[in-house]
Nanobody
C-alpha cells in the first residue's frame, strides 16, 4: 500500500524559513510527479509546487523566487524549501504523488492503474 509521510512545518516569523519533506513508501514502480499543495482557511486548496520525474518544475506565482522544490527519484522523496515566508503562506501543506504505478500492476501490465496519493498534511504558520 502506498503511503506519503510528510515532515517539517511549524511556526515561524515573517521572513523566516522552513523546509518540508515528504517520502513515498510502498511497492512503487514509478511516480509521474510529486509536489505540494496548501489549504488555507476560507480558501480552496491550491498548488504550491510540483516536480516531475524528468525534473520539470512548476511553481505557483505567489511563491516563485521564495520557495524551491527538489526531489530524489530513487528515494521517492520531495522537499520544499520555503524562504522569506509571509503571513499569507499560512496553511496546511499537503504532499501529493501523482500517477503512482505499483510494482504489481506494472508486472501484470495493468499500466492504467495509476493513482494519486496524498500525505497527512502539515501546518505552516507564519506569524509574529
Amino acid at each position: 500500500q502506498v503511503q506519503l509521510v510528510a515532515s517539517g512545518g511549524g511556526l515561524v516569523q515573517p521572513g523566516g524559513s522552513l523546509r518540508l519533506s515528504c517520502t513515498a513508501s510502498g511497492s512503487i514502480f514509478s511516480i509521474n510527479s510529486m509536489g505540494w499543495y496548501r489549504h488555507a482557511p476560507g480558501k480552496q486548496r491550491e498548488l504550491v509546487a510540483t516536480i516531475t520525474s524528468d525534473g520539470v518544475i512548476n511553481y505557483a506565482d505567489s511563491v516563485k523566487g521564495r520557495f524551491t522544490i527538489s526531489g530524489d527519484n530513487f528515494k521517492k522523496t520531495v522537499h520544499l524549501q520555503m524562504n522569506n515566508l509571509k503571513p499569507e503562506d499560512t496553511a496546511v501543506y499537503y504532499c501529493n504523488a501523482d500517477k503512482v504505478l505499483e510494482n504489481t500492476d506494472y508486472v501484470y501490465g495493468r499500466l492504467e492503474n495509476e493513482y494519486d496519493y496524498w500525505g497527512q498534511g502539515t501546518q505552516v504558520t507564519v506569524s509574529s
